[in-house]
């Protein structure tokens, strides 16, 4: 089946995040920020919820049996790992369950580590829960990245450092670790006694292989994270499943969950779950990610034929590009409003995502053939009146 990823779905009238920036900008700003998708469900998630709701029972849910067969058989499906189902801990979104992991296996005034540029509200999250950030920067050459080892050993060998934040695949740089990657980083986690959360929630977008489970390659001190909400477009619906191979941080996370008052599962998202976790989710998010790949392309040929002073990251994952901006000579606010009042584009700006930032611009390109076209135009015109 053909799945139809050009038909815009609408952010207004309905509380979306989005829709409230959009009304915010001027008219004709094209609303490329944030990591969500702009079409809607598919049809056969969408009917599994409308018969769930005509229902009309949306009691206390438990992620029963079932509800982790599921799980298990998507990660088969998607990533080909067996997951043992009584590893899987369901909890409130991935930045709740980063946040009880926080406060599961360090103390305040602990530092956890980070790999930036990097997603913003992991370090509000490290802040907010009396932790200190500490960047183990990655290394950047030629618009590709790279971790930074002699780094990362250092600061993991420092004992108040008790935690790694790992994102694979990583935002907002769109790259995928390689296996050998993750094992180096699991020798220093176990040499260390540092705990790894690893957060893959943007694992099924992959433009190549399967993203290798963190957990997987080290039982011992790992944690992955997987959602829907990236794959499916369903970031509003608060909800993450952990992969904790180890009983005893295990146990120890889930007493942590159990003190921050987390049990019974959204009714809603046990039902999306159940419908999405499917041959026909997995069909779905093929023709998606070529959707994607496609609107990428689009940029990147752009960038490369008529914008030389511009610079795009490989996409190995994810559906938002990484743009260099770098040799426009601008400051970070001139370039935020070269890309509003010049391009009507309004992305999300690379100094949010702490060092290494700064001078980047991330793009949403998860949208609708047109629209990217038109984006990718306005960039052009805007480029070329100034360059």
Known sequence: MKYDFDTWASHENNGNMKGAWAREMPKGVLMLSGAEMDYGLPAFIGNALADF?????????????????????????????????????????????????????????????IQHPSYGRFDRAMVRNGRKVVSNPLIEKDGVYSLDFADLEEKMA???????????????????????????????????????????????????DAVVMYSQIDPVMGISCTSLGKTFNLTGVN???????????????????????FGSIDPFFYTLLRAAYTEEGRQWVKQMNEHTLENYNLLKNAIETEMPLLG??????????????????????????????NALIRADWGEEYGPGGSGFVRMNIGTTKDVMRTAVNNLVKAYKEKY
């Open 158 to 208: 420092a004992p108040e450092n008790k935690m790694l934040i790992l994102v694979n695949p990583h935002n907002p740089t769109g790259r995928v670790f390689t296996k050998r990657e993750l094992e180096n980083i699991s020798v220093l986690a176990n040499k260390y006694n540092v705990v790894v959360f690893s957060d893959e929630i943007f694992a099924e977008t992959t433009q190549g």
């Open 312 to 341: 795009v990251s490989p996409l190995d994952a994810t559906f938002v590009a990484w743009i260099d901006c770098r040799k426009l000579a601008l400051s970070d606010h001139e370039i935020e409003k070269f890309f509003v009042d």
């Open 239 to 261: 909800h993450a499943n952990l992969i904790i191979p180890s009983d005893t941080l295990r146990e120890k996370y889930s007493l942590q969950k159990d003190i921050d008052h």
């Open 53 to 113: 709701a005509k229902n009309g029972l949306f009691g206390f849910t438990l992620p029963d049996k079932e509800y982790k067969k599921s799980v298990c058989s998507w990660m088969k499906l998607t990533r080909n790992r067996e997951v043992n189902p009584d590893h899987i801990v369901a909890t409130l979104g991935t930045t709740f369950g980063l946040s009880t992991a926080i406060r599961a296996f360090t103390e305040k005034g602990d530092g956890v580590i």
